[in-house]
C-alpha cells in the first residue's frame, strides 16, 4: 500500500495553534438545546476575561479536520501495539454512550431519576464478575494503574484485618511497569524474579522468594511475552502456602476471555482494562476505565459506594455503609461513559461471542509469529514450541547485530508502510523488543499486508538500512526526539507562550 | 567535536594460546614469544574499529604510534593523530603509562583501550577516574567490569557515546596474581574504579524504578540500607563504590574503597581491616555483612573482599547477608558467584538470593 500522511503546513510550520489562528470578534457557536431560565453562579466564580481563541465556526472544522489528517488511530489502520489491545471499537457503542440519558446525567441527580444508569453498572459489574471468576466487582478506578493501585489497596486493608506484618509485594520480570509503581505507591517494598528460560516465572525463584513477609504476587496471565504461565497453579500454591495474595494483572485479558478464569487460577484480585479488552477508545491518557474484581474474602475492603439493588422496592441504590472499606479511590462512582460503551459491547457479543474474540485474536497473533519467525533479521527469544497467546513478542537482535538497525528503526520505518508501530524495548527482558498484538478485528488480508511489510524492511535493513535509520518520511512529522519530548513537555498554550518568552 | 583516545596494548593477551596466564612482565613477554605466541590485540582492535568506522561518527581519533595504536587506524581507514613515541616491537606497561597521561592531558572524552586487566592496571594508575575508558576484550585475564562483550559490542558502545552520548557507571578495576595464578591459585585483588560509558539498552532499569543513572540509584540504596540498619547491630562493610554509598548516608565520608570497615550504631568503628579485626568485633555479638558483587564476573564473597573469609560468613550467618547492587551492574552480571575458598561453604550459596537494587526494591539473582 502506498501511503502518504497529509502535511498542512505554512511556510514549514504546521498547522498553527487554535489560539494563533484567533482574530478578534470572530464567532461560532452551538447553543445547548435547552438553555437553563436560571443560572445562580457566585459572583466571585465569574471570570470576565476568558482568553478564548475567535475563530469562525468554518475555520474550526478545517482546524481540526486538518489536524485529524495529520494524526493516525484504529480508524485509519492496523495498530499492532502489543500490550495495549487495540482493537477495533464498534461505532454503535459510541452511539448508545452518547445518547442524552448517558451522557447527560449528573452524579449528584437523585437516585430515583437515574435508575437506569445505575442498572447499567449494577449488571455490568455482574458480567465482569462472571467473566473474571470473581465475587465482586468495583467499576471506579478509571485506568489500569489506577485499578493496581486499588488491588494494592485492598492487599494492605487485607493484610492489616489480620493484624500481619506483609510488606513485600512480588512482581516478575517481565511485568508491565506499572506494577512495580503500584505496588511502591502502596508502601509495599517490591521484589523482582526472573523469568525462566520458556520465559515464564522462574519457580526457584520465587519459591524462594515468598516468606512471612510476602503480601503479593502481581502477575498478567498471559504474561507480556504472549505466554500462558502454565505453571499458575503452583505460582498460586506457593503465594498462599505463605498468607499471600495473587494480584491478576489484567492488561491481556483478550487472550483467555471465555476460555480460563482468573478466579479459576487462583487469584484473589483482578483487574480489567476495559479500554482494551472490552474494546472502549483508549490512548492519549484517557478516559479509561480499570475496574477490579476480588474474591469474597477481600470484599469487605472495596471504595464506598457500591451499586445495590432492592428486591422488594425493586430499585438500585448507592450503598456508602461500608465500614472496612478503603474508602474512595475516585470522585464518584467511575468513567460512566466508559463504561456504557464497555456494557454495550459485551451485550454485543455475547457469551460466545466473547470466546470468538479470544480465539481470533489467538489465531492472528501465532499466524503472525508462524509466517515471521524465519524472516532473517527477526527472532524469538523465549519459547516457539506452542503456540503463542494474544501477542508475540520478536526479537530484531540479529537486525541490529548484521546491519546496524534497531528495533526502534524498524518500528519508525513501519509508519511508512501505513502501519502503526509495534510496541518497541518492551518487555524489557528481550533485547529489541518488537511486541505484536493485532487484536481479532483484523482481516487476514490486513495481517499479511503487515507481514510483507516486515519482511520487506527486514530485506531493506541490509540493502538499505538509510531508509530505516531516516524513517518515517510519509507522516506529516519526521522521527522525533522522545528523550526531550518525555523530559520537557508543553502541554498547553500558557505553557508555550510561557516559554516563547 | 568529541576526541577519542586509543591505546593497544599490543602484547597483551599473547600468553593466553600458550598457557602463561597473563603477560605482566618483560621476561613472560619473552617466554611466550619464545613459546610462539602470537599478537592477539591488533585484530582484536582492529575489530571494534572497523563497527566504528561503518558507524560514520565523527570525532577526533588520538594514537599512539605503530602498533599501538596507529597501525590499527590506519589499516581500517581511520585519520588519526598520532602523538609519542615508542621502539616499536618492544613496548612496555610504561608506553601505556605515558599514552594515558599524554592523552589525558589533551582532553580526550574516552579512552578506547585493548589489552586485559593489565593494561587497565597501568593505565589507571596514571588517569585514575578522571577520563572514562572502555576496554575492547584482548587480554588473557578480564576480571575488570570495564571490558565491552565482544570487540564489535565494543565499537558498538563507543559510536553510540561519541554521537549521542551515553551515560557512566563505575568500574571496578581487578587484577590477578599471575604468579600465584600460574600456580593455580586464583587471588584477584581490587585494584580501583574508573568511569565506564554503558548503553542503557536496559529500560529494564527504569522499568524497576531506576533512574538509570547508577550514582542515584546508589544512593536509593544506601537510604533503604541506612533505614534497614539496627542499633546495636555490626556492620561488616565490604570494599566498593555502592558500600561506600552506604557509609557516605551515614555521614561517613572516610570509607576505605578498596577495603572492608566496621560500622556500629551509625559510626565507622574500625577502619579498612582484616580478618583477624573483624572476627575480633563481632565475636558475640548480632552482626550484618553488607557486600555488593565485585568485577565484571559477579563475585559476591572471595574477589576483592577476602578479609571477608569463610570463618567471618560462618560466625556472622548466611542470613545476614545483604547483597546490594545496582541494576547497571546486575545488567552486566545476571548471575553471581562466591568463591570463598571454603568449598562446603560456596555451596551452600548456590541458588537464588534477594540482592537490593534500590530504595525498598530488590530481586532475585542466582549464585551459580
Known sequence: ?501 | MKKLGLIVNPIAGMGGRVGLKGTNGTDVVARALELGAKPVSPARAVKALRVLKKSGAKFELITYPAEMGESEATEVGFKARVIGDITPKRTTADDTKRAAKEMLELGVDLILVAGGDGTICDLIEVIGARVPVLGIPAGVKMHSAVFANAPKATGEVVARFLSEGLPLREAEVMDIDEEAYRQNRLSAKLKGFVKVPYEPTMVQATKEGSTGYELADQKAIARWVFELMEKGRTYILGPGTTTRAVAEELGVYDSTLLGVDIIRDYKMIAKDVGEEQILRAIEGKPATIIVSPIGGQGFVLGRGNQQISPKVVEKVGKENILVIATPQKLSSTPTLKVDTGDAKLDELFRGYIKVITGYRQSRMVKIV
Open chain 1, 1 to 501: 500500500m502506498n501511503y502518504r500522511q497529509a502535511r498542512w503546513a505554512d511556510d514549514g510550520r504546521l498547522e498553527p495553534l487554535v489560539f494563533e489562528l484567533s482574530k478578534a470578534k470572530r464567532t461560532g457557536y452551538t447553543l445547548p438545546p435547552k438553555v437553563p431560565s436560571e443560572v445562580n453562579i457566585p459572583n466571585k466564580l465569574i471570570r470576565t476575561e476568558l482568553e478564548l481563541p475567535e475563530l469562525s465556526e468554518p475555520e474550526v472544522v478545517r482546524h481540526y479536520t486538518r489536524l485529524s489528517q495529520m494524526n493516525y488511530g484504529i480508524d485509519s489502520g492496523f495498530y499492532p501495539l502489543g500490550s495495549c489491545t487495540m482493537k477495533y471499537n464498534p461505532k454503535i457503542c459510541e452511539d448508545l454512550a452518547a445518547l442524552e440519558t448517558a451522557s447527560c446525567i449528573h452524579p449528584y441527580q437523585d437516585e430515583d431519576t437515574v435508575q437506569g444508569a445505575l442498572e447499567l453498572m449494577y449488571k455490568l459489574e455482574q458480567h465482569l464478575t462472571e467473566i473474571a471468576g470473581v465475587a465482586r466487582v468495583c467499576l471506579h478506578p478509571s485506568a489500569g494503574a489506577h485499578g493496581e493501585f486499588l488491588g494494592m489497596l485492598l492487599t494492605r486493608a487485607y493484610h492489616k484485618s489480620r493484624g500481619k506484618e506483609h510488606n513485600e509485594v512480588i512482581v516478575p520480570d517481565s511485568a508491565h511497569g506499572t506494577n512495580f509503581a503500584s505496588a511502591a505507591m502502596a508502601g509495599f517494598n517490591v521484589v523482582v524474579v526472573p523469568s525462566n528460560s520458556r520465559g515464564r516465572v522462574d519457580l526457584e525463584a520465587l519459591r524462594k522468594a515468598v516468606s512471612k513477609r510476602t503480601a503479593a504476587l502481581m502477575l498478567t496471565n498471559p504474561n507480556t511475552l504472549g505466554l500462558f504461565e502454565d505453571e499458575i497453579l503452583k505460582i498460586a500454591e506457593a503465594v498462599h502456602k505463605v498468607g499471600g495474595l495473587l494480584y491478576y494483572d489484567g492488561a491481556n485479558l483478550n487472550g483467555i476471555l471465555g476460555k480460563t478464569r482468573p478466579g479459576d487460577m487462583g487469584f484473589d484480585i483482578v483487574h480489567f482494562n476495559l479500554h482494551k479488552t472490552f474494546s472502549t477508545p483508549h490512548g492519549g491518557g484517557g478516559p479509561g476505565a480499570g475496574p477490579i474484581g476480588v474474591t469474597r474474602k477481600l470484599e469487605k475492603f472495596l471504595p464506598v459506594p457500591t451499586v445495590e439493588y432492592d428486591r422488594k422496592r425493586r430499585r438500585y441504590y448507592l450503598d456508602y455503609r461500608r465500614p472496612q472499606s478503603v474508602g474512595k479511590i475516585k470522585s464518584f462512582y467511575g468513567n460512566f461513559g466508559v463504561l456504557v460503551k464497555a456494557y454495550a459491547y459485551i451485550l454485543l457479543m455475547g457469551e460466545s461471542g466473547l470466546q470468538e474474540v479470544t480465539e481470533a485474536a489467538v489465531l492472528n497473533s501465532n499466524y503472525i509469529m508462524r509466517k515471521l519467525q524465519d524472516v532473517d533479521g527477526f527472532e524469538i527469544k523465549f519459547d516457539t514450541s506452542g503456540p503463542c497467546k494474544h501477542e508475540v513478542v520478536f526479537s530484531a537482535e540479529p537486525l541490529k547485530r548484521g546491519a546496524g538497525v534497531t528495533a526502534k528503526d524498524v518500528a519508525k520505518r513501519l509508519l511508512d508502510y501505513g502501519i502503526h508501530a509495534p510496541t518497541y524495548y518492551f518487555p524489557p527482558i528481550v533485547p529489541e523488543a518488537l511486541m505484536i498484538e493485532p487484536t481479532e478485528t483484523e482481516t487476514k488480508e490486513e495481517l499479511d499486508r503487515f507481514i510483507a511489510a516486515m519482511k520487506e524492511i527486514a530485506d531493506e535493513a541490509k540493502s538499505h538500512p538509510e531508509k530505516l535509520l531516516s524513517a518515517p518520511t510519509a507522516t506529516a512529522i519526521g522521527r522525533l526526539d522522545e528523550a526531550k519530548a518525555s523530559r520537557e513537555p508543553i502541554l498547553s498554550w500558557k505553557m508555550y507562550r510561557k516559554l516563547a518568552k
